[in-house]
């Protein structure tokens, strides 16, 4: 374990143990859900907070940590933060975009009747 | 209070790890080929707090590099795969 | 000014992202940053397909930032809760329909990331025919509600900001 970690003052270790539990039982609760939804529109939902929420807490968490540790301020975080609020969208598009071509291609290929999996064009109202 | 924060370090590894695995079941046992992009996605995004929670860890600054090139490659990759199976299948 | 550089935010996040990624402050770093900062938006103005858009209403855009950041964190909770203790197949997951009436494309591009970045619902794409948006919901209560808080709250803003 490293050095220097006993001397840290409870207001800083508080909010980071705090930050730590938090964030990793999101991430655990959105990989549940990749796993344990029934089909795949229900499961791109479970990764969007492991994203957001999850990983939101543990750079905010390290931040303060490696603030408080080394005495100077130490936000090169907020690199991974913003790259990664930037691309979790495009990423989640993307593949949202693929299932809904390939769904549509399938049922056109098959001429089936839709099953639950397929993407109805919502109509009208 | 140190060994507070010690256990929710050691509490944060261990979650990843099986979040990790859990990604793993669905990477293997996917019916369709996007199930496995967004699991493989999903994995990226563990590796890359692993490493950071790695480096809270051992109070070192080096793992924050590690987990930067993470998120880089695995964005690539999951765009690149996303990509090639709107447009690139071979049976359409 | 205009000349030099052609988009002032772009040349003050690549001297801040060269400061981080450096975590100095050294003269010799901030030099270096700025060489970034000038000779980059240089050489990718050709690559943009539209010119910058001026930041028109700094106020209006914070609003609507710390706004959907709430909506983030709150709708994590939600989909957390749904996803423990909510059996999946009582779930009402369901494609639904907002007209919209936001045109510009970096609007568009706005509004797409905030609502992705929202867990819960997931955009689809814009439907050619009749520019309404096709938008994937986690648990869908009451259709009218959605289509309202977009248009209204998320909506709104973008059109004051963009056009």
């Known amino acids: 374990m490293n050095q220097g970690i006993e001397t840290l003052p409870v207001w800083v270790s508080l909010p980071v143990t705090a930050l730590l539990v938090l964030g990793s039982l999101i991430v655990l609760i959105g990989a549940l859900g990749l796993v344990r939804l029934p089909n795949f529109y229900q499961r791109i939902h479970g990764p969007a907070i492991t994203i957001t929420l999850g990983t ?5 968490a390290s931040m303060i940590y490696f603030t408080a540790l080394q005495s100077r301020l130490v936000i090169h975080e907020l690199l991974i933060t913003a790259f990664v609020f930037l691309t979790a ?17 399938a049922a056109k290929r098959d001429r089936e009747p839709e099953s639950d999996e397929t993407y109805p064009c919502p109509r009208k109202k | 209070m140190m060994t507070l924060l010690f256990l929710a370090i050691d509490f944060t590894l261990l979650c990843t790890v099986l979040a990790m695995l859990l990604c793993m079941v669905r990477l293997l046992r996917g019916p369709a080929a996007q199930d ?8 990226w995004m563990c590796a890359m707090l692993l490493a950071l929670a790695l480096g809270i860890r051992f109070g070192s600054l080096i793992y924050f590099e590690a987990a930067m090139l993470i998120a880089l490659t695995g964005f ?17 | 000014m205009s000349r030099w550089f052609p988009s002032p935010p772009l040349s003050v996040a690549l ?13 010799g770093h901030l030099l270096l940053g700025a060489l970034l900062a000038v000779v980059v ?5 050709p690559l943009r397909p539209m010119a910058a858009v ?19 964190v709150r709708s994590c909770f939600n989909v957390s809760r749904i996803i423990l203790f909510t059996r999946p197949d009582g779930l009402n997951s369901q494609f639904i329909r907002v007209p919209l009436d936001l045109k510009h494309p970096h609007g568009l591009a706005l509004l797409s990331c905030l609502i992705n970045s929202t867990p ?44």
């Open chain 1, 56 to 60: 939101g807490c543990i750079l905010i």
């Open chain 2, 76 to 92: 690539v990759s999951t765009v690149a795969l996303a990509k090639f199976l709107m447009r690139g299948e071979v049976i359409e």
């Open chain 3, 41 to 45: 938006p240089l050489w990718a103005k």
């Open chain 2, 36 to 43: 496995r992009v967004l699991a493989l996605d999903t994995l």
């Open chain 1, 89 to 105: 969208p495009v990423v989640a598009m993307l593949i949202m975009r693929t299932a809904v071509y390939r769904d549509l291609r």
């Open chain 3, 54 to 72: 001026r930041f028109k209403k700094p106020i209006v855009m914070a609003r609507l930032l710390g706004m959907a950041l709430v909506e983030i």
């Open chain 3, 120 to 163: 819960g619902t997931v955009w689809v794409e814009i439907l050619p025919d009749s520019h309404d948006l096709a938008l994937h919901v986690f648990d869908l209560h009451d259709e009218a509600w959605w289509i309202d808080t977009i248009k209204t709250r998320y909506e709104q803003p973008l059109i004051e900001i963009f056009e």
């Open chain 3, 15 to 27: 001297l801040v992202m060269w400061l981080l990624l450096n975590q100095s402050l050294a003269p």
